[in-house]
């Protein structure tokens, strides 16, 4: 973790206009280092962030007042987080007062988790301003999008996938399973793999994951 000090009231309140959002929160205070993990793991494992502590949820500079919030942090990112999460701190001077930009980069060894209240390790995603827990389908796309050797099999439940998609715009995993008639282990096997192989893409909201097709190219075959 590396530190400065900077006088730069410009910078601050222009990130503080543009409001929270997938890339930006705001936090007034950090009394509990395993409740700010979520939004380490949820950066990290999404498009990375900035969290700015000592402003409050309505934009209000309140500044924080000891190094507590930078131990806190750290706590967060290296004990509450699996693997520990990468971040830089800076320290800025705003009105007076002063306000901590965490910024946390997109991870390239996610999925990143944090410790709970009941001390189960859990893997968020940011969608909007929220942090949400990752369903079992992104976190095994995670897992393994960097490995080598994945096979597009393409055999009945694919081809019942394919052809909805060719015909409605998306689809959920739940919907697959009832087309396809099929386990949800296998349906979650197939869409995983079909994003991995870059045939469909997942688009995360609140309450949901939808699939999309990619290409309008059918693969034929098996392989």
């Not at 980069?105 to 968020?124: I, L």
């Not at 990752?134 to 096979?151: C, D, M, Q, T, Y």
């Not at 995360?204 to 939808?210: D, F, G, L, V």
């Amino acid at each position: 973790m590396k530190s400065e000090l900077r006088d730069a009231g410009h910078y601050i309140k222009t990130l503080i206009q543009s409001g929270e959002n997938q890339q930006l929160d705001f936090k007034f205070e950090i009394n509990d280092a395993k409740k700010i993990a979520r939004t380490f793991s949820a950066f990290a494992n999404t498009v990375g962030g900035k969290l700015l502590i000592g402003v409050k949820d309505n934009g209000k500079i309140s500044g924080v007042r000891s190094d507590e919030e930078a131990y806190m942090a750290e706590s967060a990112a290296h004990l509450f987080c699996r693997p520990a999460v990468a971040f830089h701190l800076k320290r800025w001077i705003v009105d007076g007062r002063n306000v901590l930009e965490v910024e946390i980069p997109a991870s390239v060894k996610r999925p990143h988790y944090a410790k709970n209240e009941t001390g189960t390790w859990t893997a968020y995603v940011r969608v909007a301003d929220q942090n949400i827990k990752a369903s079992r389908i992104l976190v095994s796309v995670w897992k393994n999008e960097h490995k080598k050797g994945n096979w597009l099999s393409y055999g009945r439940e694919e081809k019942i996938l394919i052809d909805y998609l060719a015909e409605n715009e998306m689809i959920t995993a739940s919907r697959f399973v009832k087309i396809a008639r099929t386990r949800w282990s296998d349906a979650e096997r197939i869409l995983v793999n079909l994003v991995l192989m870059k045939v469909i893409d997942l688009e995360i909201s609140e309450k949901n994951i939808c699939f999309r097709l990619r290409t309008t190219s059918l693969p034929s075959g098996n392989s």
